[in-house]
């Protein structure tokens, strides 16, 4: 049994929709960012960068559990135990692998520096709103012209960059999208919705997500105690 160590974020709904997916038998244990349970020495010695989503897998490839940070490469782990949503053809594994890629290094960090800068930075800094905004949007064009020709963002078919973009699409307009302005993006997170795993994915610790405004969450998520040498 997968052991998943998560919250109900872009970051941790792409692993939750994977094992959903894969039919994987998991246990989620909550990790409250926002209470600074990511700084716990037990979670650290899983994720040493102090974030969620890390997983436990005590069947790992060569019999002793294995434990690994970034969703990037939990969700390759899962592929490569399960065998599936990456394709086994070079050409189509690395068109898959591309996207992943774009989401780990591009669209996750900048729609995330938008929705800090719109939502929870404590002064409102107008070059950080439009540089981020701008980037936002330019980032859904190329995921808008992806999609305009693919059903899917690799291709014909389902896989885990999919799973990996579609979670930070649900705040978009937290993140000043206008999603009919991106029919194909609007078309394909329908269509990824309609997925029962994803659903159910969704409902992962759903009932534990809170607005994270208190200053106690703001030290744990973007101020002092986020810092802190550990």
Not at 69 to 98: C, R
Not at 105 to 129: C, N, S, V
Not at 213 to 224: V, Y
Request: hydrophobic fraction near 40%; aromatic fraction near 10%.
């Amino acid at each position: 049994m997968i052991e998943i160590y998560s919250w109900p974020t872009p970051n941790g709904h792409k692993v939750h929709i994977m094992l959903e997916e894969c039919r994987l038998p998991y246990a989620v244990h909550a990790v409250d960012i926002g209470a600074g349970e990511q700084f716990d020495p037990a979670f650290l010695a899983i994720s040493p960068n102090n974030r969620i989503p890390a997983i436990v897998d005590p069947d790992g490839p060569d019999g002793s559990p294995l434990s690994l940070f970034e969703s990037g490469a939990i969700l390759l782990y899962l592929a490569g135990k399960t065998g599936l949503f990456l394709p086994g053809s070079t050409t189509a594994k690395y068109q898959v692998m591309q996207w992943l890629m774009w989401q780990m290094g591009g669209f996750g960090p900048m729609l995330g520096q938008t929705h800090h800068f719109r939502i929870y930075a404590p002064e409102k800094i107008d070059y950080a709103i439009r540089r981020y905004s701008n980037e936002a949007a330019r980032l859904y064009g190329v995921l808008d012209r992806q999609l305009a020709d693919n059903e899917f963002v690799a291709g014909a078919d389902y896989s885990i960059a999919d799973m990996a973009i579609f979670p930070w699409t649900r705040s978009h307009k937290n993140q000043g999208i206008e999603i009919s302005e991106f029919p194909s993006v609007s078309r394909w997170i329908d269509l990824l919705l309609s997925r029962p795993a994803v659903q159910r994915g969704l409902q992962v610790l759903a009932d534990r997500r809170k607005p994270l405004t208190n200053p106690q969450a703001h030290s744990n998520l973007f101020g002092d105690n986020q810092f802190k040498k550990r």
